[in-house]
């Protein structure tokens, strides 16, 4: 009984034990296909991708000591064996990513937790596809909503537009559009003290202001909370 009951402790210990309860929604009013990537080391989730339709949720039951990042993809065609092609945000080709990321540009939900408290942020440093929120619920006290519901793809500046028959799709950084140093904070620009806000990322701070418009935007966009679930909403 004392041998079962430690090999049990011991299983448990091995597997990990769910530290929050993600929620997926989608509130556009198309279909969306989210993407899920996980850090290095850790479990993938859903496989890594799964549509939503409009109203559509899914609860995900997120292991303790995860980290890795949601997004959005549209305008998504994939056969029955789960190839195809999305307009923003593919990770390949594939509906079930399987640990491959987004190509830019797409807005991220990033998220690593317990470490030891759960830190999580909307991230426009890789450009914007659409809106995205996280709401926390049952955390601690400094817990509270980060967004970036501002449609920049209308707002985006002059030359980081993506265009798909004319129309504005997605909104590239200013490091994807130009690649120089100082825009995508490499080689002398690789340093908070070095790798300033420019005005391509002042205008996304100005329509997202709690989210990461550039690299070394830590102060203002990475946000903080303990035992709590979180929804994260699109659009």
């Given at each position: 009984?004392?041998?079962?009951?430690?090999?049990?402790?011991?299983?448990?210990?091995?597997?990990?034990?769910?530290?929050?309860?993600?929620?997926?929604?989608?509130?556009?009013?198309?279909?969306?296909?989210?993407?899920?990537?996980?850090?290095?080391?850790?479990?993938?989730?859903?496989?890594?991708?799964?549509?939503?339709?409009?109203?559509?949720?899914?609860?995900?039951?997120?292991?303790?000591?995860?980290?890795?990042?949601?997004?959005?993809?549209?305008?998504?065609?994939?056969?029955?064996?789960?190839?195809?092609?999305?307009?923003?945000?593919?990770?390949?080709?594939?509906?079930?990513?399987?640990?491959?990321?987004?190509?830019?540009?797409?807005?991220?939900?990033?998220?690593?937790?317990?470490?030891?408290?759960?830190?999580?942020?909307?991230?426009?440093?890789?450009g914007y596809n659409m809106p995205i929120s996280i709401?926390?619920?049952?955390?601690?006290?400094?817990?509270?909503?980060?967004?970036?519901?501002?449609?920049?793809?209308?707002?985006?500046?002059?030359?980081?537009?993506?265009?798909?028959?004319?129309?504005?799709?997605?909104?590239?950084?200013?490091?994807?559009?130009?690649?120089?140093?100082?825009?995508?904070?490499?080689?002398?620009?690789?340093?908070?003290?070095?790798?300033?806000?420019?005005?391509?990322?002042?205008?996304?701070?100005?329509?997202?202001?709690?989210?990461?418009?550039?690299?070394?935007?830590?102060?203002?966009?990475?946000?903080?909370?303990?035992?709590?679930?979180?929804?994260?909403?699109?659009?």
């Open positions: 009984m004392e041998f079962s009951l430690f090999f049990l402790l011991s299983l448990c210990f091995f597997l990990g034990t769910d530290a929050a309860v993600f929620t997926l929604e989608n509130k556009c009013s198309d279909i969306i296909w989210p993407g899920i990537q996980p850090g290095a080391g850790r479990p993938q989730l859903m496989n890594g991708g799964l549509q939503l339709k409009p109203g559509e949720t899914v609860t995900i039951n997120v292991p303790t000591g995860w980290s890795g990042r949601f997004w959005g993809r549209r305008g998504c065609s994939f056969d029955v064996s789960g190839k195809g092609t999305c307009v923003t945000g593919d990770c390949g080709g594939e509906l079930e990513c399987a640990g491959a990321g987004a190509v830019p540009p797409a807005t991220l939900a990033e998220f690593t937790l317990d470490s030891p408290l759960d830190f999580y942020d909307v991230s426009l440093v890789d709401t926390p619920s049952g955390g601690s006290s400094t817990c509270q909503m980060v967004k970036c519901l501002s449609d920049l793809n209308q707002q985006c500046p002059g030359g980081l537009e993506m265009k798909k028959n004319d129309m504005v799709v997605a909104c590239k950084s200013a490091c994807l559009a130009f690649n120089k140093p100082e825009y995508c904070c490499t080689g002398a620009y690789d340093t908070s003290q070095t790798c300033k806000p420019t005005v391509y990322s002042k205008a996304f701070k100005l329509a997202c202001p709690m989210a990461y418009s550039y690299a070394y935007d830590d102060t203002t966009s990475t946000f903080t909370c303990q035992k709590a679930n979180y929804s994260i909403g699109f659009c």
